[in-house]
Every structure is written in structure tokens, then in C-alpha cells.
């Protein structure tokens, strides 16, 4: 593993007409996962085009931190309050800058 930046984007879609409770959920993710260690940015975007889209952008000090946050308390809460049900679609994109 690297200890060089991890910048992660994630793509996530509600199914229709959980929006709002994944939404808040998500919301509440943000404001725990900012307090996390290693954490640089943690972003989360809406989608003009469709309401049910939005976008996370991440970025950790280092691959074994955001390991850390995917396994640790606020990851593990928002995975038990059961919105994953909520979830149409995810994509996960991990990216380490390479020039500049």
C-alpha cells in the first residue's frame, strides 16, 4: 500500500423516491468522516441533471486511511442504518494523481 494521496470518487444513485433518507444519511456520513484521521476532503455533490445522483469526492492521506475509514465507526453506522437498501446504483473509482 501506498503512503502517497488517495483520491476516491464515488457515484451513488437512490432509487426513486429515497433521495431524501439516503440523502440525510449520506449528510450525517459527511460530518463524521471529516473528523477522521487522514482525512483531507470529503465532499458530497447533488447532480443537477437527477436528483438521485450524488457524487462523494475523497481524499486521504493514504491508502491505508481510507481502508481505515471504510472499516471504521461512521462507515460501519451508515452501513447499519440499512440505506444501503436505498441504493439503485454505486460505482467506486479509486485514482492516485501520477504527474504534475
Not at 488517495?6 to 456520513?29: M, S
Not at 487522514?38 to 481510507?66: K, P
Not at 442504518?81 to 441504493?87: C, L, M
Request: hydrophobic residues 40%; charged residues 25%.
Amino acid at each position: 500500500m501506498s503512503n502517497t494521496p488517495l483520491t476516491i470518487i464515488a457515484i451513488t444513485t437512490a432509487k426513486p423516491g429515497k433521495e431524501a433518507t439516503l440523502g440525510a444519511a449520506q449528510e450525517k456520513l459527511v460530518t463524521e468522516t471529516l473528523a477522521e484521521d487522514g482525512c483531507i476532503r470529503y465532499e458530497l455533490h447533488q447532480s443537477l441533471d437527477d436528483r438521485r445522483i450524488r457524487i462523494f469526492v475523497e481524499t486521504w492521506a493514504s491508502e491505508a486511511q481510507w481502508r481505515a475509514h471504510m472499516d471504521g465507526v461512521a462507515m460501519q453506522r451508515f452501513q447499519a442504518s440499512g440505506v444501503g437498501d436505498y441504493f439503485a446504483d454505486f460505482a467506486l473509482h479509486r485514482l492516485t494523481k501520477v504527474a504534475g
